[in-house]
Structures are given as structure tokens and as C-alpha cells.
């Protein structure tokens, strides 16, 4: 499968470029395509998620301040992903704010991510983490 022929691609270094270049303020064009990358390097190697958590607090920037709607939703989609299995990291990056923000103005399908990924970040709260709750 798709895993296979991709078991020799570079993640652990092509992550930190692809944060960087998801910071690109001024070129929206490049933060989506960067977007995207991280998206779907998850979806074609799953075990790749546990570099593109590092990407977590520059996912939830592109929701806490929307240049790019589709910049914002590519994010989210990234962080649904990622939240399957490292829900704590965003819950403790703010993810739970940064999530339900904006969420008016997002499409149907980004509610449902933005909706999932504050569920799976609940399921995950312990009884001692009440100040996340607080931003």
C-alpha cells in the first residue's frame, strides 16, 4: 500500500520545513499548501503523527487569528487527526478555545472537526485540569 511505498520518506525532516513554511504569514498560498502537506503525510504514514504534533501550537494559531478561511479549516482537519492520539497536547496548547473560537463561520464539515476535537480533548480532561477550562 500507499505506507509501504512511502516507509522511506523523510518526515522527522521535512516537519520542521513544513512549520516553517506554515508560518509564512505573508503567502497564504504556501501556509495552505504546508497545511495540506502535514495533512497528508498523517493520512498516507498514521505513524507520522507523532512528529506532526510539534505542528500542534501552529495549527491552533491559524485558528486563534483567521487570515485564510481555508488556511483555518485545513488546520482543523490536520487537528482532527491528530487528536485521535495526542488530544493532550492540543488540550494543553489551548486547543479547546482556539477550536470553538470561530466556529460560526466555518463550513458544516469543519464544525464537525472543531466539535470532534474539543469531544476527544474532554474524553481525555483529568479531575486536577479544570484551568484549561478557564481561557
Known sequence: GIEESLAGFPVRQSEPLLIYLLSAEDNMHLMLQACRALTYIM??????????????????????????????????????????????????????????????????????????ITAICCQVVTSNAGHLFME
Not at 507523532?50 to 501550537?57: C, G, N, R
Not at 486563534?64 to 492540543?90: F, P, T
Open 43 to 116: 493520512e498516507s504514514l498514521p505513524r507520522s503523527a507523532s512528529y506532526v504534533v510539534e505542528a500542534v501550537p501552529h495549527l491552533l494559531l491559524k485558528l486563534k487569528s483567521i487570515q485564510c478561511m481555508d488556511v483555518a479549516e485545513q488546520a482543523l482537519a490536520a487537528l482532527d487527526m491528530l487528536s485521535k492520539k495526542h488530544a493532550k497536547s492540543i488540550l494543553h496548547s489551548g486547543g479547546l478555545s482556539a477550536c470553538l473560537c470561530f466556529i460560526d463561520f466555518f463550513s458544516l464539515n469543519a464544525q464537525r472537526s472543531a466539535l470532534n
